[in-house]
């Protein structure tokens, strides 16, 4: 039912009214925008993206359809929003609609991106949902009101230990996967480093059995203070002595672990386009990033810690080396590909093994 009205309501009351997309009825989330033009099954299938309506701020979605290996990836996103969307694919095998029914996500086309976008940024965080129905709308807004994210980490890692081979390895990593999109490991196999991608609940004791060279917290969802077990365990992973890396919800923790604070950033970092400068060269880095929080500059202890990146925007933290232990962390995801201007973390990380 192509042309099937739908509605994105705000926590404030406002309504933007569109096409229903995907499947018809109601999604609850928190409402985020995206400035990547890359695939939505990459994005939608992110799990820092769990409990989040991702609003899709280019205007045209969907004109290539979606790929079978696309296909394979569990969407983690609550609902999904464009301006326009294309019912037909030249490369995919089904169409962006048919995909979001299948997987059962709740879906709106048609709406003023633009605009939703401006109210987003402009308030900060707006809880929100995409309904076919505003009968009871009273009701709605008070749902969308007590909507929370909880249990993010534990819904999106892995159930049991899974082994990633390299082709040429020279060291062993152990995976600490609070919800990392599987496209970051490869930063990590195509420099020689076996893979041991383990649950977030994972204990020092079970690490040290697997003897790993070096321990990488990867990126998640939600508020990193929702997970006190968590960061208690990294405390007791810097006791293995073996470098430590972390990026996005990783890097947060462990700077929680230092007893440094996490405050909720006004508007957030969302995309591909967030620039990083490093303190000590000037050097500048367009990185991607999807967050809502950060590590708060004033809380970092310049006896355990050294701030080494803000972003240009903010002057937000964006990269941290820690004094006491062997270990460092990034606010956002490096890529793997050798021609970025942020594939150089890979590469400190692996060089730290070799010491």
Sequence with gaps: MKNKKA??????????????????????????FNTCTASYGELLSDP?????????????????????????????????????????????????????????????????TRRLTRAVRDKGYMKGAITDNLNDFDVLIKNIKNYTISGAVDAVTVKEPQKLTAKNPKYNVAVIDYGSPRRTLDGFLSRGCNLTVVPADFTAAQLKELSPDGIFLSDGPADPDDNPKLIENIREFKKLGVPMFGIGLGHQMLA??????IEKMPQGHRGSNQPVVIKSTGKLMVTVQNHGYS?????????KAEITMVNVNDGSCEGIDYKNFSG??????????????????????????GE
């Design 328 to 353: 460092f962390g990034v606010q956002f995801t490096p890529d793997s590909d050798r021609d970025s201007s942020t594939s150089w973390i890979f590469d400190r990380f692996v060089d730290m093994m």
């Design 295 to 303: 590590v708060e500059v004033p809380s970092v202890c310049a006896d």
């Design 256 to 261: 929680l672990s230092e007893e440094f604070k």
């Design 48 to 112: 820092t993206y769990y409990g989040q309506i991702v609003a899709q701020t280019y205007p045209l979605v969907g004109n290539r359809g979606v790929e079978k290996r696309e296909n394979g990836s569990k969407i983690m996103a609550s609902g999904y929003v464009v301006r326009e969307w294309c019912d037909t694919g030249d490369l995919g095998e089904e169409t962006l609609d048919s995909y979001l029914k299948e997987c059962g996500i709740v879906g709106i086309c048609g709406i003023d």
């Design 7 to 32: 509605y994105l309501v705000l926590a404030d009351g406002t309504v933007f009214n569109g096409i229903s997309m995907g499947k018809e009825g109601t999604a609850l989330g928190e409402v985020v």
